[in-house]
């Protein structure tokens, strides 16, 4: 078997078990003083990558590097993934709100510079809910893409991925270089241990600048408002056909 | 002999021989470590808030019970006093030397004896440091049940001297139940050891519970059996802006109601406290505007998503009842302890603002409110308060509210003179009048034995006195402190 490095991208998001609240200016969630971790997707596709290690052994294996992009924080989040068994992390570092297409784009370029044989990103990350960037950087790339993955296995140079999509699931296979990004489904996640928390102090860390990356950040998209679903009204008991009539009419306004 | 009545007075202090240099000369030829002048100094004979002063001129430090015993015994036979120090972090200066006494150090006594990771109990010796205790534990997923501003700095045997109370009173309860047993030496030398491990036995008089509270008093607390709580999963901490003090109350007995078994904590300071933590410290104050008063709120669970729930929800109710103006909930970690640093270091900041006179008070529920209005009325009837230029400069409350348990701080120029006479014993008439306790959690010390009658019974008072007769008929231990002055 030929030997594969992989490249998982990771992101810090606040912690889902959170109550988000929306802030006063309505723009967006508060953010300050909550707690963050990395996203559960991320930590799926974090822990893919090293049960195919655990399974086909480090010589097919040989490495599995994480990435994140964001602001100085972002490295809290490599070293959790780095004490979960990752061998070393790269920090593109930037303070500028990232949107899936810059981040595809500084994938894309970290991709080239470094090679890997195979991505896994987190199908989104419950920040925005966006599911774009790996199919994305896919087509950035030229690379196949096996999105919503909950099983992933390699044979050679060949992925073999089974999807979750409307109708069940369905197996696809994909020659490497490729793209997948992992569901929920099926795998827990390990907990980093603390002597791995230690071990982890002292593997390597590389900060890199969009600039460096010749990537320049722009955003397209302008959030108007953001603001919390109405509050859920309880159910009705209704006394009859008529009355279901007449509200479905004149309040539900359906008819 | 029987029928012979013992009647040695209370206080022995005026009985006692000063230490003197063929007794250092004794102690070291017995192996006994004796500090050296220049190693004695303000860490030793300053309180925190430096209000009252020590002078040890002769201090040790044992290593071993067995030496502590050593001490005791030589001293009771030459009728010395002691006065036992752990970390020095007493507020009421219990442990300073102030008449002559040997001054015995404990810091150097501070092995972790043993750790049960199944019952969840450690035995240690009196010297550990809270903080590092608390570090130790953690690692096989428990915490000390008890948590304090100075625990860098405090002892766990002056923790069960002083039966301290702090910030997580509210949830993990009194040293008097969180301690199963206690290692001592008793004034005379003997050495007692109720070392017990099990949290069930009730057989006899539970001896050890007359160490925990007795400051030094009745004997040296050499060793600690002590119930750990579990290491939370999940923390969170929510800060309130309420505009009245009963509106205080009320969210207290929603959170007991909503939060219920994750509750761990309930803070509160008033408008002036804030203002001097962010003058004093520095620190930025937590919210976003300024309110009348502020709580703090913390919760420890085992599940996150829980915890957030019933947080959001109390919050929720609190806001829309109009209980609370402004709130925020603190989740990230840094976020947390910065606003506990704001907390814990408010007394640090009061300090820092003048001369620093600092109360310790339970007061039932219907008296609480008018406390601070009482003290500020009392003192601007006699001139001291209420202008530019008055003696006292501020008057603040703040505290464990959740367990009735308020502090009030009387910030003045300078110590003593007619701003001490105005509050004292004025404030402890008052406080006992209204079914209060003198001492919630800060202990007697060095000067408020003398008010113990303003909240205790004459018989409880004599039955206090009664065993300290007992158990140190020389009177040897702390003396002149404590029950001695009641």
């Known amino acids: ?255 | 002999m029987a029928g012979d009545k013992l009647c040695l007075a209370i206080d022995a202090s005026g009985k006692l021989n000063a230490v003197s240099a063929d007794d250092v000369k004794h102690f070291a030829e017995a192996g006994i470590r004796v500090l050296a002048d220049s190693e004695i100094g303000p860490p030793h004979n300053a309180d925190m808030f430096g209000r009252y002063a020590g002078d040890a001129r002769v201090a040790l430090a044992p290593t071993s019970t067995a030496q502590v015993s050593q001490v005791l015994s030589y001293c009771n036979e030459r009728q010395i006093g002691v006065v036992v120090q752990g970390g020095n972090t007493g507020v009421p200066g219990g442990a300073l030397c102030q008449r002559g006494e040997v001054l015995l150090c404990l810091s150097d006594m501070k092995k972790v004896r043993h750790v049960d990771p199944v019952a969840g109990v450690l035995v240690a010796d009196a010297g550990c440091v809270l903080a590092d205790l608390d570090d130790h534990v953690q690692q096989l997923g428990y915490i000390m049940p008890l948590d304090l501003g100075s625990r860098r700095r405090c002892m766990i045997g002056g923790n069960v001297s002083t039966s301290a109370g702090g910030l997580r009173y509210l949830r993990y309860g009194s040293m008097h139940g969180n301690v199963l047993g206690v290692e001592a030496v008793l004034p005379d030398g003997r050495i007692l050891d109720a070392l017990f491990t099990l949290k069930k036995d009730t057989s006899g008089y539970d001896v050890k519970q007359l160490f925990i509270g007795a400051e030094g008093t009745l004997g040296v607390v050499t060793a600690v059996a002590i119930a750990l709580a579990p290491k939370p999963q999940a923390t969170q901490l929510a800060v309130l802006g309420l505009g009245a003090f009963d509106k205080i109350e009320q969210a207290f007995v929603r959170a007991r109601q909503g939060l219920g078994e994750i509750l761990s904590a309930f803070e509160f300071w008033d408008r002036r406290c804030d203002e001097i933590v962010v003058e004093s410290m520095h620190y930025p104050s937590l919210l976003k505007s300024a309110h009348e008063f502020y709580v703090l709120i913390e919760t420890r669970g085992s599940l996150m998503r829980h915890d957030a729930e019933k947080m959001s929800a109390f919050l929720d109710a609190l806001h829309a009842d109009g209980l609370v103006d402004e709130s925020c909930v603190l989740s990230a970690p840094d976020a947390m302890d910065a606003a506990w640093m704001f907390r814990s270091n408010m007394a640090a900041a009061h300090a820092r603002r003048g001369c620093m006179y600092v109360y310790d008070f339970s007061l039932p529920s219907q008296h609480k409110p008018s406390l601070l209005g009482a003290v500020k009325g009392h003192l601007s009837s006699l001139g001291l308060y209420g202008a530019a230029d008055s003696p006292v400069l501020d008057v603040t409350i703040f505290g464990h509210i959740g367990d009735d348990n308020i502090h009030l701080q009387v910030i003045a120029r300078e110590f003593g003179g007619a701003v001490e006479a105005a509050i004292e014993p004025w404030i402890y008439s008052w406080v006992g009048s209204h079914g209060g306790s003198v001492a919630a959690e800060h202990g007697l010390g060095a000067h408020k034995g003398q008010f113990l009658k303003y909240s205790k019974s004459a018989a409880v008072i004599d039955t206090m006195k009664d065993l300290k007769r007992l158990l140190d008929p020389r009177g040897i231990m702390n003396p002149g402190k404590h029950i001695c002055q009641a």
């Not at chain 1, 300050?32 to 822990?47: L, Q, R």
């Not at chain 1, 490295?75 to 949107?99: C, F, N, P, W, Y």
């Not at chain 1, 795998?187 to 002597?195: D, G, H, K, T, V």
């Open chain 1, 1 to 255: 078997m030929s030997s594969l490095r992989i490249l998982v991208g990771v992101k810090r998001v606040i912690d889902s078990a959170v109550k988000v609240r929306v802030n006063s200016a309505q723009t967006g969630v508060e953010t300050a003083n909550v707690k963050h971790s990395m996203n559960p997707f991320d930590e799926i596709a974090v822990e893919e990558a090293l049960r195919l290690r655990e399974k086909h052994g480090a010589d097919t294996v040989k490495e599995i590097v994480v990435l994140s992009c964001g602001p100085a924080k972002a490295q809290e989040t490599l070293r959790t993934a780095l004490a979960m068994g990752a061998d070393r992390s790269i920090h593109v570092k930037t303070d500028d709100a990232l949107e899936p297409l810059s981040v595809a784009k500084l994938l894309t370029k970290v991709v080239g510079a470094d090679k890997p044989d195979h991505v896994l990103l987190g199908k989104h990350a419950i920040v925005d809910d966006a599911h774009q960037t790996g199919q994305m950087l896919a087509g950035l790339l030229n690379w196949p893409q096996a999105t919503f993955a909950s099983k992933v296995d390699v044979n050679g140079r060949t992925l073999e991925v089974v999807r979750e999509v409307d109708g069940g699931l369905e197996t696809v296979s994909a020659a490497l270089p490729a793209i997948v990004t992992t569901v929920m489904r099926l795998i827990e996640p390990r907990y980093a241990s603390l002597p791995n928390i230690m071990k982890a102090k002292k593997k390597p860390l590389t900060t890199v600048t969009p600039a460096d990356l010749g990537v320049e950040i722009r955003s397209r998209l302008q959030t108007l408002k953001v603001v919390e679903p109405p509050k859920r009204q309880g159910g009705k008991v209704l006394a009859s056909v008529d009355e279901l009539l007449d509200k479905l009419r004149n309040e539900a306004k359906v008819l």
